[in-house]
């Protein structure tokens, strides 16, 4: 199993910034991908930036690519996201996600972000 856990969210200002951090841990071996999901009240969850452990490859959603950035840090097994330029459309609950060729999907209990106007 793949224990995940979520930090770093919060309420900041329109325009602000705010860093999400996730750590996994437990069984982390075969990990092939990072992602940042998030899901607003009403809302389907929808993926918000994904990293490949394997060649650094990044993937973003057009509403984010300029303000959000993804990136990892090989020995902590932890992935963060760093979002700029907040908007009060990118408040949600942030999931993080961890993926396995074998094993299937872990996620994290979730991050509140709150952007104010």
């Known amino acids: 199993q793949v224990h995940v856990v979520e930090s770093g969210g919060g309420l900041v200002q329109a325009g602000g910034s705010l860093r999400l951090s996730c750590a996994a841990s437990?069984?982390?071996?075969?990990?092939?991908?990072m992602a940042w999901y998030r899901q607003a009240p009403g809302k389907n969850r929808e993926l918000v930036a994904r990293?490949?452990?394997?060649?650094?490859?990044?993937t973003y959603a057009d509403s984010v690519k300029g303000r959000f950035f993804i990136s990892r840090d090989y020995a902590k097994n932890t992935v963060y996201l760093q979002m700029n330029g907040l908007k009060p459309e990118d408040t949600a609950v942030y999931y993080c996600n961890v993926w396995k060729f074998v094993g299937g999907d872990y996620w994290g209990q979730g991050t509140q972000v709150t952007v104010s106007s």
């Open positions: 990293i490949n452990t394997n060649s650094g490859a990044t």
């Open positions: 437990g069984s982390i071996s075969g990990i092939r991908s």
